[in-house]
């Protein structure tokens, strides 16, 4: 299957949503499937690709991510998507990058997955002063309504996360792991089961 996954920051921010992306294309192209990773890049003025990475031209932003997605310049991250032919959409952050990723698997009649990692602009939005703050926090939370709406299925790994979005827009909401290596994080001498990698399913 080809599998496009969509969010804000990737290899310029360390972010739960980075983390998860990376172990789970990889765990995924394991498995044998296709995996492009669409994404932002504020050090560039077009949209390219680069071993199996989308970039689209960000600017600086006071968001969680530290950066956005030039909205300007997202129609030209299509092209490649179509190129890549994605046979599911795998959301990943609630951003102008998540927004593209649903208005394409509209568009083609895709399965969307939304998987949360972090409400903290919906909830609570972001800016240098309060109108800026409010502005973006109804803004998100619009977003977030629309994407968590035309998702076949939302995910997190965390109650705390699920609860939270329950209270901005009611929907099932499954409980998935983050993906662990465990023979990284415990000595060898230790008691534990053999390794396992968790990479839930996006079908």
């Known amino acids: 299957m080809k599998i496009a996954l969509f969010l804000e920051a990737y ?10 992306v990376s172990l789970l294309a990889e765990g ?4 044998g499937h296709e995996v492009l990773i669409v994404t932002t890049d504020p050090e560039t003025d077009e949209c ?8 689209c031209p960000a600017k600086p932003s006071s968001n969680l991510f530290g950066q956005s997605a030039r909205v300007s310049k997202l129609p030209g991250l299509v092209p490649f998507i179509e190129a890549f032919s994605p046979e599911l959409v795998h959301i990943q952050t609630i951003t102008e990058v998540g927004g593209l990723g649903l208005k394409y698997a509209q568009k083609h009649q895709l ?5 949360l990692h972090d409400l903290q602009d919906v909830q609570e939005g972001f800016g240098s002063n309060r109108p800026a703050v409010l502005l973006n926090k109804r803004q998100c939370q619009m977003l977030f309504k629309k994407i968590l709406s035309g998702s076949d299925v939302v995910t997190t790994a965390s109650q705390k996360c699920a609860e939270a979005a329950q209270v901005l827009f009611p929907c099932q909401i499954h409980r998935i792991p983050y993906c662990v290596d465990t023979e990284r994080f415990c000595p060898a001498r230790w008691t534990i089961p053999p390794r396992r990698r968790c990479v839930h399913a996006c079908i």
Do not use: F, M, R
Not at 11 to 20: D, E, F, R, W
Not at 28 to 31: M, N, Q, R
Not at 111 to 115: I, K
């Open 11 to 20: 290899l310029s921010q360390a972010n739960a949503s980075a983390t998860h």
């Open 28 to 31: 995924l192209v394991k498995l």
């Open 48 to 55: 390219y690709e680069q071993d199996g990475i989308l970039y």
């Open 111 to 115: 399965p969307v997955v939304c998987t």
